[in-house]
């Protein structure tokens, strides 16, 4: 059952980020899931593109690409199967957490972890993959936030924009893996569109090196087709919610929720 874990901490250092600050969670989070659990970490570790699991950048306020000392942060991650959230709640009952986490030079320290839905927190929350499975009335339009960059990998190159098929096309992929319940997939998408786009491309850096162009900002879905096809989409944008969208998921890219 895909399910949030938002993890409040606060900075007991101030100063300039890494180049590839946002990225510097994934070692970490994949340290402790190993402490607990060695041979969930080396699976989860050797698995490829597509893992069980997705990270937020550090969320919260900088001045000039600066950490501000005894400022709150947070950092949200994303478990796309129950074995994982067993692990990680080991982990927690083990006081894993409870030790200053070290992101480049900058360290900060645990204050509490809200796992599952948390009212007025609308990046955190909690549902099965056969609630998501939409079969209630759908609106034909769906806006997005798209939180941070986005890019998908097509061949040898990165591609930005935000094109229906790759979009889709990654997200049922990524369901069918994890998910008991299958759902088609469907990578053309010619019967979507947007009614809205405001949107840029941001680069992302990466920790070994290198950056990802990605876009971020807002967007409106359009749907044509019948209702079981407005309800497959929805269910996927349901989705990305937890598994995020595109490359590099689970070092900060991809993050996005729907506006109602």
């Not at 041979?39 to 699991?53: Q, Y």
């Not at 900060?108 to 079969?135: A, H, K, T």
């Not at 061949?155 to 759902?183: C, Q, T």
């Amino acid at each position: 059952m895909p399910v949030t874990a938002i993890i409040n901490m606060r900075a007991l250092t101030g100063g300039a980020m890494p180049r590839s600050f946002h990225c510097l969670m994934h070692p970490l989070f994949l340290d402790r899931i190993s402490e607990a659990d060695s041979e969930l970490g080396e699976a989860v570790h050797s698995s490829g593109a597509m893992v069980p699991f997705s990270i937020s950048p550090v969320m919260g306020r900088k001045i000039k690409g600066a950490i501000l000392e005894n400022e709150s942060y947070w950092v949200r991650l994303c478990f796309l199967q129950a074995e994982l959230e067993d692990v990680f709640l080991n982990t927690l009952e083990r006081g894993l957490w409870n030790e200053p986490m070290h992101l480049g030079d900058l360290s900060f320290q645990v204050e509490d972890v809200i796992l599952g839905r948390q009212d007025g927190n609308p990046w955190s929350g909690r549902r099965s993959y056969e609630e998501m499975l939409c079969d209630g009335p759908v609106s034909q339009n769906v806006a997005l936030r798209l939180a941070s960059p986005v890019s998908f990998k097509r061949g040898d190159l990165h591609y930005p924009l935000p094109d229906p098929g790759m979009i889709f096309g990654n997200l049922a992929r990524r369901w069918n893996l994890f998910s008991s319940e299958k759902v088609p997939e469907k990578p053309i998408c010619t019967d979507v569109s947007y009614s809205f786009l405001d949107i840029c491309t941001e680069p992302y850096a990466l920790r070994k090196g290198g950056s990802i162009l990605g876009t971020i900002g807002r967007l409106t879905f359009i749907f044509q087709g019948n209702e079981e096809m407005w309800r497959y989409y929805r269910t996927l944008l349901d989705f990305a919610f937890f598994s995020g969208i595109g490359v590099k998921t689970t070092q900060g890219m991809g993050m996005c929720r729907i506006i109602e």
